[in-house]
């Protein structure tokens, strides 16, 4: 692999001393991406009407939707559970338990009339008792710093009118706020969502067997649009060669997530689809350990990196390059300026470490989750990269619980390669993790602006100075090179082709109700 990299590096410099001036090649891929077939021939007719789904990583050991940590998790869980509200894939919001909600002028009461006849998966018909228990669980900071949904910090009070209707008042207005009632509704008296989580989606929980297998099931009694499959099985296939195979032997009829490598081997059995993963992927930095937190340093490993070679090597160009903690789905609050705030300059990186004291370069770990091949092959580009000013980088690669107990929870590292996602549709799930106190600042950034902005938008109740708080926001993580970014990932996702229905979302899920067989 690495011979196949430098190889490709130096083609790149042998083209780029005979060509010049020549603009930017990437395609953007857009969230509702063009379906493209590998071929024209179907599979055999289903002998049942169910699926087998690959996934990269086992689910975090507590299936409890209000605990889940990994995107992953989120992305099946997303079948699984729903709030009052619920996104769809145009990116709007809609009632989902609520039936419909009406807000007070000034902003700081919701009231909401319960769905009639929702029931969740063990059979209990859903009360405003049941929302009441899960927004103040949420809310709750009994045992910890903060709320495990921090936006309900803003809530004064949580209660039951009567038995379908639930009213939230607020401390202070927030026009974001709906977006957190995705926020899964929880049956109060029911303690078994580690083990066997229940819901009110349109798939109830089955089974898991660990690192091996999650089964979801059609729920016949859900209260909106049923899901066309009876059945779906997460097969769990770290291994990225395995689960090649297991898509060339028809193993599979789903899987999401691939590389432009992965989708190169398969044959006419798949329709691939394209769209993006909606995550911010980066080199991200422990600003908290050395070399790493001077600024100059980390300003040096932006200016050695090309992240258009990147997207050419690991998805043929497919991809978008960002410049900051936000992806192009989030529209408004992209700021395309900041792509290019960073280009690649190896005697400007070489310079900046001089001034810090690095003019020999240093030794640097990247930690990669040994189960994503788009972050490693990212990773192994970078190392190449890195070379140029004198940065001698080595992959460390790990399993996907260690990362997540090392990296992510014990911020044990100097760098990793992943992808961040949203928890919801709002700039504040992708930026108030960087704010210094905030218990998912995995990268231990610390900066006084950036948290005074942050106040800023949380206190601004117009929506466009908000957006400007945001994007100034997003220009302080760049400008301090917090992190070096690089992309939102394209996402190849291979489907049976006598499969249809699979829509992309502008957030990290995987909606699996409308797939269905033609």
């Known amino acids: 692999m690495k011979k196949r990299i430098l190889a490709l590096l130096l083609l790149t410099a042998l083209l780029s001393t005979v060509l010049s001036g020549c603009g930017d090649s990437s395609q953007a891929a857009g969230s509702q991406g063009a379906n493209q077939s590998s071929g024209s021939a179907s599979t055999a007719a289903p002998v049942s009407n169910e699926i087998t789904v690959a996934i990269a990583q086992d689910l975090d050991n507590s299936l409890d939707p209000h605990l889940a940590v990994a995107a992953g998790t989120k992305e099946v869980l997303f079948n699984v559970f729903e709030g009052l509200m619920k996104p769809t894939s145009d990116g709007d919001l809609i009632p989902a338990v609520a039936e419909k909600y009406e807000e007070s002028e000034d902003g700081t009461t919701y009231t909401f009339t319960l769905r009639e006849g929702v029931k969740f998966h063990n059979g209990a018909s859903v009360t405003a008792d049941d929302v009441v228990y899960s927004i103040e669980r949420c809310a709750d900071t009994t045992g910890r710093e903060k709320p495990l949904v921090e936006a309900f910090s803003n809530i004064q009070a949580v209660e039951a009118a009567d038995d379908s209707t639930v009213v939230i008042t607020l401390k202070e207005a927030d026009n974001e706020f709906l977006s957190y009632l ?3 509704i929880l049956p109060r008296d029911y303690d078994g969502q580690d083990d066997a989580p229940v819901g009110t989606g349109p798939f109830k929980f089955v089974s ?9 099931e059609k729920f016949d009694e859900y209260w909106g649009t049923p899901a066309y499959l009876d059945k779906v099985t997460f097969k769990i296939i770290e291994n990225a060669d395995a689960l090649v195979q297991a898509l060339q032997s028809g193993a599979v009829d789903f899987c999401a997530h691939l590389t432009s490598t992965q989708v190169a081997q398969l044959g006419d059995r798949y329709t691939i689809l394209e769209g993006t993963m909606n995550l911010v992927q980066a080199l991200y930095l422990n600003n908290a350990v050395a070399p790493l937190d001077n600024e100059l340093v980390r300003q040096a490993l932006c200016y050695a990196v090309d992240k258009q070679e990147i997207l050419d090597f690991i998805g043929d160009g497919h991809g978008k390059a960002i410049g900051s903690s936000m992806y192009p789905t989030f529209g408004k609050y992209f700021d395309d300026s900041l792509t290019d705030y960073y280009t690649r300059d190896v005697e400007k990186g070489k310079e900046l470490l001089a001034q810090a004291g690095y003019p020999d370069g240093f030794d640097l770990t990247i930690t990669v989750p040994s189960n994503y091949q788009p972050h490693i092959d990212t990773a192994e580009v970078l190392v190449e990269q890195l070379k140029g000013i004198g940065v001698n980088a080595t992959i460390n690669l790990v399993d996907w619980n260690t990362w997540v107990s090392d990296v992510y929870v014990g911020r044990n590292f100097q760098t990793t390669v992943v992808g961040v996602d949203a928890s919801n549709m709002t700039a504040r799930a992708l930026l108030e993790r960087f704010t210094s106190d905030y218990s998912k600042n995995f990268i231990n950034y610390n900066n006084a602006d950036y948290d005074a902005l942050f ?18 926001m997003e220009r302080n993580l760049t400008e301090h090179a917090a992190n070096v970014y690089i992309q939102d990932l394209a996402d190849l996702v291979a489907i049976r082709s006598d499969l249809e229905g699979y829509a992309f979302y502008p957030i990290y899920v995987m909606d699996l109700s409308t797939v269905r067989f033609k």
Not at 208 to 216: A, F, K, M
Not at 458 to 472: F, G, P, Q, W
């Open 182 to 184: 995705t926020t899964a």
């Open 208 to 216: 898991r067997t660990p690192q091996e297998s999650i089964v979801l």
């Open 455 to 472: 106040q800023q938008a949380l206190n601004e109740k117009d929506d466009a100075s908000r957006t400007d708080i945001y994007k100034a």
